[in-house]
């Protein structure tokens, strides 16, 4: 039986897609198993408590979606241990901050055997204040104090590793390289919008020199940030093709 992993953000009352997407994992029959965010929350107030920074807030050595990537990888064991699940068909999705975590977690670890990205930004882009990898809790951090949470300006300059990989020209499809050639496809809302196909392509190249196709796709169904029934249930659609 194949499993799903998936990680949201809270989810607030009126956010009724994100508990229809459980909703149709469960009556699939698939066991799931939800990230708990509280655990690795990415707010500044919940640091001093949050597994994101090794050895330590104070003194970190790796950067926090790293450390994402690690957690999910825990939980990929969790799963895998269960009798009625078979480990080469467990999948990963995720939302917004989610998004980025399952993003990161998939290519780095490739016992995810699919996985989707729903709108966490999947490269570099300053423009976009939700594409936000400069912030400490992503791939900018240093020792607090920290920089006022937002878009980089002058007066509000990013930190850490963030722009040096900027510097050297660096903008995440490198990274999604590396999930060549297990699936994945990208949940396209206002962050992740039809133009990240000009990334999204250099993947399509990796996979056709390993002599594969069809293994990157990308929705654009929705124009908001939030998934919708359709974008829910063309994920859902990925996984059931991709892992049954």
Not at 82 to 106: D, P, Q, T, Y
Request: include cysteine; charged fraction near 20%.
């Amino acid at each position: 039986m194949s499993a799903h992993l998936y990680g949201l953000p809270k989810t607030p009352p009126d956010w009724g897609c994100r508990s229809l997407l459980r909703l149709q994992i469960g009556k699939s029959g698939l066991p799931a198993n939800r990230l708990l965010p509280s655990a690795f929350s990415p707010r500044p107030a919940n640091a001093p408590t949050s597994g994101l920074y090794y050895p330590s807030l104070h003194n970190a050595t790796v950067q926090p979606l790293s450390m994402l990537g690690y957690a999910a990888a825990n939980a990929w064991f969790v799963l895998s241990n269960f009798k009625e699940v078979n480990e080469s068909r467990i999948g990963i999705m995720g939302l917004s901050f989610g998004g980025k975590w399952a993003m990161f977690a998939s290519c780095l670890f490739d016992k995810f055997a699919a996985a989707v990205w729903s709108d966490g930004g999947i490269v570099f882009d300053e423009k976009r204040e939700n594409v936000n990898y400069w912030e400490p809790w992503y791939l900018g951090y240093y020792p607090q104090p920290w920089r006022t949470r937002g878009l980089i300006t002058p007066d509000n300059p990013a930190g850490g590793v963030y722009p040096r990989l900027v510097r050297e020209g660096y903008d995440l499809h490198e990274l999604h390289a590396l999930m060549a050639p297990r699936p994945f496809l990208v949940s396209g809302g206002s962050e992740d919008t039809k133009e990240r196909w000009v990334p999204l392509n250099h993947s399509v190249a990796v996979n056709r020199m390993l002599g594969f196709n069809n293994r990157v796709g990308m929705t654009n169904d929705r124009a908001e940030h939030l998934p919708t029934t359709l974008s829910n249930e063309r994920a859902y659609l990925f996984f059931d093709y991709f892992l049954k």
